[in-house]
């Protein structure tokens, strides 16, 4: 019932998605660009239970206070305490290990607000864990969402990220001038 009502919102508001089908890979990094709206977090869960995908999601731990954190939870939300620094990276990395069936969704760019890089979070995990990536594309401009073939990082950083903004680039989000702004410097 539910993957049916998602299917059908996602109809109505005409997104379609596109490439590979991820549940075919037991383990991965789901890497989601361009992150500019909160209308990303609803098309998110439009997909989660519309195609459907096994997947939890990284936030900021704010969004999982009272009265709301229970709803963000269940669905699959897991918080991340950004104003410390902590063993982020090692210990969802670690989580590979502890499950066959895992995955967890990311903003690469960490944030809504325009920045001039991705965090490298995203990368590391799936390096670290030796998993792969899949890029996710939310067209909102073609209302496309594109799952990319899984891309296996090298731990060539420069290298692998090149192939990454260059998978992304074109990709418009609800508002395009937020999305993120490489530089060649910034890699």
Request: net charge positive.
């Amino acid at each position: 019932m539910i993957k049916a009502l998602c299917r059908l919102i996602l109809k109505l508001c005409g997104f379609k998605w596109t490439g590979i089908d991820p549940e075919t890979i037991p383990q991965k990094v789901y890497a989601v660009y361009p992150h500019t709206s909160n209308w990303d977090f609803p098309l998110g869960i439009l997909l989660k239970f519309g195609m459907p995908l096994n997947v939890n999601y990284i936030a900021k731990d704010s969004l999982f206070k009272w009265p709301y954190g229970f709803i963000f939870r269940k669905l699959g939300g897991i918080p991340v305490e950004r104003s410390k620094s902590s063993n982020f990276v090692d210990t969802m990395a670690s989580l590979f290990s502890q499950y066959d069936e895992l995955s967890f969704a990311i903003a690469p760019e960490g944030t809504r607000k325009r920045v001039r890089k991705f965090k490298s979070g995203f990368y590391y995990i799936a390096y670290q864990a030796k998993v792969p990536l899949i890029l996710v594309k939310f067209d909102f401009g073609n209302k496309v969402v594109d799952y990319s073939e899984p891309f296996i990082p090298t731990g060539d950083y420069k290298k692998d990220m090149t192939f990454i903004i260059n998978h992304f680039k074109g990709t418009q989000g609800v508002h395009p001038e937020l999305a993120c702004q490489w530089e060649d410097e910034d890699l």
